[in-house]
């Protein structure tokens, strides 16, 4: 990251936008609190369940289920359930009509989430991040350039269609949706986003050829014809391939998909399936959701970070719009790209940005996206070319750059975060919670991985400049994004994390707290210039609003009535 984004001004969020967002989400956790308090039971559930549970439970559900598979074994038999698929932190079971409370009350069912719905996230890319810089030039001891060879990327969406670009490098499938499927790609969307991470075109950066030429592609298929699939697929598909790691050499996992936030990371089994990938040393790409604005207003829309992209161990990318040429002087963020912070935790998402907007990349012949938008294909016969737009194909692109940094021995989840962000460039004046550390800059973060050795070696007592700051083994460590040192404070080109505060420009972050220019968001309270919005409550200079009722100086307004010091005035 080269300079710091500078902030944008928060009087263009609406206010009743911010406070309606918050207001929900606490109404939503109070009913859940008054629920579990009148039924006494343990669960703790997700939004959605919540939501079905007060509308009346009437009608039957798949859901997902958190323990061991002795205690999925024994939850199921109590409540009479049928378990459709195991996973590695428990299973996805069907719940019969008027049972779910039932599930919710038992003594051993610890934790209950929804089976969500997740879909593609679709709505010149190597000149504008430098991967044709990388590709051709002499980042690596015999000059060849970069290209992710051999680098194994795990492509969870609608399957790959085996195409000339990719031959010979699709070298596992696996349909999730279907044990007896074929894995391939019938939407059309996997085949676009394997493209972008990998496609070799029979000519050099000709506009079918991807971030990363020689990666290998494990096609793990979740999303049907449609575009869409369950969370418990994706989480299987995640679970395998940290499984088959090692055999297949994969070292990123793409998730181009999302579906609602509707409970902590902490407790959102797909969230728990990317910490488990991140633990075993694979770095998860995740898109970071097509919903920063309203689709009929235009209004902006904060809090919009899909699930995965809300998990601190995801890389969550959202997108920019590059105005089709490669000099970042024009670029600017994608007015759909979702914005944090995230819902239920307030997590400062994006983590970066990268170009989203009229991709161009395989066309698999026959899928959904080809035959029903025949005005999204550009060229025809072999030359066909599928152009979409979204925080997918953003997602796909930064995978492509972590396979060149793979190949590159840049290794760990931490490491691999922090150079592309610390390369990052500033985008306009795009805010943290809209643009991240900034654009993704893959030729600054290859040559700055190979170049300076930017991170710090804690097998050496022997410091390093980091361009950071001077350290040594005994005074700081690798964690997360950056240079910890024993205050626990960390620098980054204007950037301090310090217990969880982050400070940017103005900005400062704490456990769901956002300050700038005045203005205070915190569990649905809004401050600003002596404005306090809080569950229907305004506070101003004096005055407060509630259900109609108007508070100042002592008297008392609602419905044309005024009362002061013992008189009433009405009409």
């Known amino acids: 990251m080269t300079a710091t984004p500078r902030t944008a001004s928060f009087s263009r969020i609406s206010r009743a936008t911010v406070a309606s967002v918050f207001t929900a989400a606490i109404l939503l956790g109070a009913f859940a609190a008054d629920v579990h308090a009148q039924s006494g039971r343990r669960a703790r559930l997700s939004s959605d369940l919540v939501q079905r549970l007060g509308s009346g439970d009437a009608q039957a559900t798949s859901v997902i289920v958190t323990g061991s598979q002795q205690q999925i074994d024994r939850i199921a038999a109590r409540n009479g359930l049928h378990v459709r698929k195991r996973l590695e932190s428990g299973a996805v079971v069907d719940v019969p009509a008027g049972r779910l409370a039932a599930l919710a009350a038992d003594a051993e069912a610890d934790q209950v989430s929804g089976n969500l719905v ?3 996230h679709d709505d010149i890319t190597n000149q504008t991040i430098g991967a044709d810089v990388v590709q051709d030039g002499n980042w690596t001891a015999n000059g060849s350039g970069l290209t992710g060879l051999g680098i194994g990327v795990a492509v969870i969406d609608t399957g790959v269609a085996i195409m000339p670009e990719l031959r010979g490098r699709i070298i596992a499938s696996r349909d999730f949706t279907d044990d007896r499927g074929s894995g391939l790609d019938q939407n059309g969307h996997g085949t676009h986003v394997a493209g972008i991470i990998a496609a070799a075109g029979a000519m050099r950066y000709t506009n079918a050829t991807g971030v990363a030429p020689g990666a290998n592609i494990v096609s793990l298929k979740v ?3 449609q575009g869409k699939g369950l969370m ?14 090692g055999r297949f050499n994969i070292r990123v996992i793409n998730l181009s998909l999302g579906g609602p936030v509707t409970q902590s990371y902490r407790d959102d089994p797909l969230c728990q399936a990317v910490e488990r990938a991140y633990r075993a040393g694979v770095v998860v790409v995740a898109s970071a959701g097509n919903h920063g604005k309203h689709p009929e207003t235009g209004q902006k829309i904060y ?3 899909t699930s995965p992209g809300n998990s601190p161990f995801a890389i969550t990318v959202g997108a920019l719009n590059t105005k089709g040429t490669p000099y970042r002087s024009d670029d600017e963020i994608a007015s759909y790209s979702s914005k944090g912070p995230t819902l239920v935790d307030g997590l400062t998402k994006p983590d970066l940005v990268a170009p989203g907007n009229k991709i161009l990349s395989l066309a698999a012949p026959g899928t959904t996206l080809v035959r029903e938008h025949p005005e999204l294909v550009i060229g025809s016969g072999r030359d066909a070319r599928l152009q979409l737009s979204g925080t997918s194909m953003a997602a796909a692109v930064v995978a492509g750059a972590v396979a060149l940094l ?4 840049v290794n760990g989840t931490e ?7 610390r390369t990052s460039l500033r985008v306009d004046e795009a805010p943290a919670f809209v643009a991240g550390t900034g654009s993704l800059a893959v030729d600054l973060a290859v040559g700055s991985a190979a170049a300076h050795g930017e991170l710090v070696d804690l097998g050496s007592e022997q410091g390093v400049q980091s361009g950071i700051a001077f350290c040594t083994k005994a005074t700081c460590r690798l964690e997360n994004n950056g240079l910890v040192w024993s205050d626990g404070l960390v620098w980054s080109d204007g950037l301090v994390w310090s217990d969880g505060l982050v400070w940017s420009d103005g900005l400062v972050w704490s456990d769901g707290l956002v300050w700038s220019d005045g203005l205070v968001w915190s569990d649905g309270l809004v401050w600003s210039d002596g404005l306090v919005w809080s569950d229907g409550l305004v506070w101003s200079d004096g005055l407060v609003w509630s259900d109609g009722l108007v508070w100042s100086d002592g008297l008392v307004w ?8 013992g008189l009433v005035w009405s009409d």
Request: proline share 0%; hydrophobic share 50%.
């Open 558 to 565: 609602s419905d044309g009535l005024v009362w002061s010091d």
């Open 415 to 421: 490491r691999t975060r922090w150079v592309l962000q």
């Open 232 to 245: 418990g697929d994706v989480i299987e598909a995640i679970d395998w391939a940290v499984a088959n790691r």
């Open 118 to 120: 997740v879909q593609a």
């Open 223 to 225: 999303l049907d014809a």
């Open 303 to 305: 809090g919009s970070i």
């Open 406 to 409: 793979a190949q590159q021995q």
